[in-house]
């Protein structure tokens, strides 16, 4: 079965803090990947997205993620986060091929993101 | 300019009642996509329409009824509200799945509330 696990609820760190959020997936086949953050009463904005090539890609605010085939992961991370970026963040993956594509996103939980002063 | 949007922000109504909720879209995207993120959290999508062509319908209760008029509308009727459709609706478009860039790009959400 497909499915996105972000094994951490919830995380609170430390302005200035390093961050690493946790993804991990289950899918026939290499997907497409992404994550989105969500601020609170908002829509949800794209990060990142892997497609191919370089597995360390670089998003948008300073977050960076890793895609690891051998772990089915791709975790988020952050060098030193920002008290704006209190927020939740959502990973998902998509399919490749479009005779299979409908374009579906399967989404995990979730995780939220509390920083501290 | 608003790439998706969505109206109304907030739908507050009482069970039974009929209720639409409006997505467009202005970026010339071909599919576009209803989710439902219930009050865990928990996003799952709903239904998908491609150039005004239904192409995914997940276990959704039929008296949800999507609607696309054209490609830049997915409009979402509702039909004898329950409690448990108390959520955060959210619109997406995607320029065509399968392309390189399968990027969604959301709306801001209609929060519906069913008293």
């Known amino acids: 079965a497909q499915s996105v696990t972000q094994p951490d609820i919830h995380i609170t760190v430390s302005e200035g803090a390093s961050l690493e959020l946790r993804c991990n997936y289950s899918y026939g086949a290499t997907p497409y990947l992404f994550w989105y953050v969500q601020s609170p009463g908002q829509g949800l904005q794209l990060l990142l997205k892997y497609f191919s090539g370089d597995t360390l890609v670089q998003g948008i605010k300073g977050f960076e993620a890793e895609f690891k085939r051998s772990q089915s992961s791709f975790n988020l991370r952050k060098p030193s986060v920002h008290w704006s970026d209190a927020a939740e963040y959502f990973c998902?993956?998509?399919?490749?091929?479009?005779?299979?594509?409908?374009?579906?996103?399967?989404f995990g939980q979730g995780t939220t993101l509390q920083v501290k002063p | 300019d608003t790439a998706v949007s969505q109206t109304p922000k907030y739908l507050v109504t009482q069970m039974g009642n009929d209720k639409s909720i409006k997505c467009e879209q202005n970026?010339?995207?071909?599919?576009m996509y209803w989710y439902k993120q219930d009050s865990k959290k928990f996003l799952k999508i709903m239904f998908s329409?491609?150039?005004?062509?239904?192409?995914i319908n997940e276990t959704v209760p039929n008296r949800f009824s999507p609607k696309s008029p054209d490609k830049a509308h997915l409009n979402l009727h509702i039909n004898s509200l329950e409690l448990g459709d108390s959520a955060v609706y959210f619109c997406?478009?995607?320029?065509?799945?399968?392309?390189?860039?399968?990027?969604?790009?959301f709306g801001p959400g209609t929060r519906l509330t069913v008293l």
């Open positions: 998902a993956v998509g399919p490749r091929t479009f005779s299979s594509n409908t374009g579906k996103l399967i």
């Open positions: 970026l010339g995207h071909d599919t």
């Open positions: 997406a478009s995607t320029p065509r799945p399968g392309s390189s860039y399968n990027e969604q790009f």
């Open positions: 329409y491609n150039n005004k062509e239904l192409i």
